[in-house]
């Protein structure tokens, strides 16, 4: 959820962290803070706010120093202020520590250390965590490393964390159990940070911290790690294929609406070397390297939280339509809690953009010890949950930066229905025609996303009518009803008006008592599908005098004539059209929020991964 990032080398250090604080900001902005040692001196300075409000206040301040860490905060325990903003000092100020994560057992910790004299200043969880190292260290003559494993050993809960020491200028030691650490290697200097985003700048040699492990970056040495248990391990270098020009907005005026236009390319890159349009054909190597895993489960549960859960329904569609395979979608958090019943014939497939969202992992923990079969979709290289799978699919659609999710949604939809091509052709449950028809279809939807693209000028325009829309009902059925979901959920994030999605057909069970001519109605109303029941509702909508607002395919005149507005999208086959209709959806709440005033990129309170419960 924070993000964290450190450096260690000749460099100064402080450009190096604010450039890393503003490219990991996406993963919270309530305050920020950075700590520096110069001179003998372990200098701590801390903002309420967004990294811009740090370097405001860091201008005045002795900035120098080649070794530091520093923080952006999404608060957890304590409300965003300058006392609760990290990096946090231990009593004596001799250390200084920067936290990702949730201690659970703060609270005993903290009556510990009250009664061995120490007091707090803030109301976080991390002040604890920093009191308790330095009363380890000081209790055991121990050096920084070695407290650090010793404190971890009394702690229960999710951390990432990295530590420096006033009288160890030549040191950074971090640590991390369920939330993500990544350390770059340059020459004679490291990088720490939350995600690589920081670091490709200056290297592309990593190493991602695994769980439990304790790194220490000293000044002129190696990279050490050992295991709180104290197991010494070798580090594995990897290569980064991420760029810069994918971190930068290229001109756009918000990552969104980069994101958003960049969907025709990522689309292509999450089927490139998987979807053959010469020969009408999907080869996925996950799938073929445990095929007899997928042809004989009896069940197949997909975990996820919020816009992946929605891909995971339009997933579930897909898969018991091509595969004949019951499928159940579980909010991971509900997932992990209430005892599901989980046998070793069943796959369970995780979903997450980031990798590292906590109830996901959590989940998957738990389907593991019941001995199932694992199948990760995940967007980051070297994350967790690609991690501790058995098998998966990465959706390469590149660093999303903006906060609510938009091309990787559409890239995990993408790999759902490629992964249920292929259970389904293997089984035999899917005929041929069909087959090929919809992997060259497939081959054709990124093309297809170019066309509804251009009409981004005239969404723009309509957009403007519904900024004082209180609230929004989005309306779609069969593979269209996670798209009303998606489609509420984008507007709710980034323009905070109330929106919900339902099935067209529940409409008459409730919501339809909230019509009126100031209630705007998205409808999903394409050719493909139930397309003569939604005409239906709409009809009842337009009795009550909602307005609508109507996605549709090209050419039709019936909804065009029913509709307040319309957004046209070209035909495909059923089980694609969240990938189209999906985009104009996106548009029409990043135009809204945009007119607003909103921050479209940095929602408020929300974090681009969620890696605490």
Known sequence: MCGIVGYIGKQEAYPILIRGLQR??????DSAGIALIHNENLNVYKAKGKVADLVRFAEQQDIHGTIGIAHTRWATHGEPNQVNAHPHYSQSEELALIHNGIIENYAVLKEGLKEQGYTFNSDTDTEVLIQLIEFVKKSNKVDLTKAVQLALNQVVGAYAIAVIEKDQPDTIVAARKGSPLVVGIGEDEFFLASDATPIVEFTNQVVYVGEEEIVTLRRGQELKIRTISDVEKTPEIKKLEMTLTQLEKGGYPHFMIKEIFEQPKTLSD????RVNIEENNITLSGFIDNKEKFLNAKRIIITACGTSWHAGLIGKYAIEEFARIPVEVEYSSEFRYRKPVINKDDIVIPISQSGETADTLAAVELAKSKGAFIFGICNVVGASIPRNTDSGCYTHAGPEIGVASTKAFTAQVTVLTMLALMIGKEKGTLSEEQYLRTVHELGQIPDKIKIILEQNEAIAQFAKTFTYAQNFIYLG????FPVALEGALKLKEISYIHAEGYPAAEMKHGPIALISQEMPVVVIATSAGMYDKVVS??????ARKGKIISVITEGDVVVKNLSDYTISIPDTEECL?????????????????VVKGCDVDQPRNLAKSVTVE
């Open 24 to 29: 990991l900001e996406y993963r919270g902005y």
């Open 270 to 273: 999450s089927m490139r070397g």
């Open 477 to 480: 059925r069969g593979y269209n």
């Open 537 to 542: 509702n709409i009809q009842e909508i337009k």
């Open 577 to 593: 059209v969240p990938l189209l209709a999906a985009i104009p959806l996106q548009l029409m709440a990043y135009h809204i929020a």
